[in-house]
Structures are given as C-alpha cells and as structure tokens.
C-alpha cells in the first residue's frame, strides 16, 4: 500500500464546499471510495451535492439519512453516485454488507457520510474526507461563514501518485 497522501483546505463558504466537490469529482473514477467525517452539519452533504454537480448525475443529492442510501446515475455515461449514511447503523461492515455496497463500488463512485470505523474494508484504497468547523454551529445554512478545515487523504495505491493539491485551488 502506497504512503498516503494529504492535503488541507480551508473552506469559507457553503458555495465554496460545493466547489471543493466540484474540484473531488474531476479525481474520481468509477470504483472509487470516498469517506466523510465531521460533526452534524459540518457540510458532509453540501461537499457531496458538488460531487454529484461535477459527475453529472440524476437527482438532487440530499442527506440519506432516513432511507441509508440513494444511487445517482450518470447523465453523461460517467460513474453513478451512490451516496450513503451510514449514522444510524452500528453493525459495521456485517451491516453495510445489506447495501451490497460491494456491487456497487466497481461501477460507482461510492460516498459514505460517517463511515468511518464501518466501510473501510470495501477497498485498500480511499480518500478520507475529514470537516472539522471552528465554531458550535447547527448546520451549514447558505448565509453560514463560518470556516471549516477539510483534510482530504488518499490511501492505497490508487491515491499514492496523485496530486492532491489540485484541490486546494
């Protein structure tokens, strides 16, 4: 496994957050696999919404919360988004099994929003999307300012000769 490779952004606004999505979705390739962490409201799925803008996919991306998963095809014969919560589940990778994520990976590009301790043996290779917020605030409303510092990680072989820092544009 190649040494990971990291880089830090600071991001200003909701609309920036989308564009770092944006930016994340011009890297991926179908059977990608992209992990995010950060408290409740941190901007998980506002970052996810400018991935989904940049592959070209069907549908509103919205949080998964209630229904674990939602799949985004392509309207441009590019990978689907698969986006999935996976806060309400516990039982780790035995349960995220029942997602047939498996199937999905090699196809797709697949976001899971708190998987982290849960999904990691899908794939050697990953990026690690951590958001982390100065401030207490609820949730990443439009008219919210407050920074957020995202660490984009790649790990494994896919991630070790690519240059990360495109993303801090």
Same mark, same amino acid.
């Given at each position: 496994m190649g040494a990971p490779q990291e880089v830090r952004i600071t991001v200003k606004t909701? %609309?920036?957050?989308? %564009?770092?999505?944006?930016?994340? #979705?011009?890297?991926? #390739?179908?059977?990608?696999? =992209?992990l995010l962490s950060g408290e409740l409201g941190a901007g998980k799925t506002t970052l996810t919404r400018g991935l989904g803008e940049g592959l070209g996919v069907r549908g509103a =991306?919205? $949080?998964?919360?209630?229904?674990? #998963?939602r799949v985004h095809p392509s309207q $441009?014969?590019?990978?689907?988004? =698969?986006?999935?919560? #996976?806060?309400?589940?516990?039982?780790?990778?035995? %349960?995220m099994e029942?997602?047939?994520l498996d199937v999905s990976l090699p196809e797709s590009v697949v976001v899971v929003e708190w998987g982290e301790g849960k999904v990691e043996k899908l794939s050697e290779a990953r990026l690690q999307v951590v958001i982390q917020r100065a401030v207490g605030m609820v949730e990443l409303a439009e008219d919210d300012h407050d920074e957020r510092e995202v660490t984009v990680t790649g790990i494994g072989e896919r991630w070790a000769a690519q240059d990360l820092s495109a993303l801090a544009v």
């Open positions: 909701p %609309e920036h957050m989308r %564009e770092l999505g944006r930016r994340l #979705a011009g890297l991926l #390739a179908p059977g990608d696999l =992209v =991306v919205t $949080s998964p919360t209630f229904v674990i #998963a $441009s014969g590019g990978p689907a988004l =698969v986006h999935v919560d #996976a806060y309400r589940l516990g039982g780790g990778l035995d %349960e029942d997602l047939d």
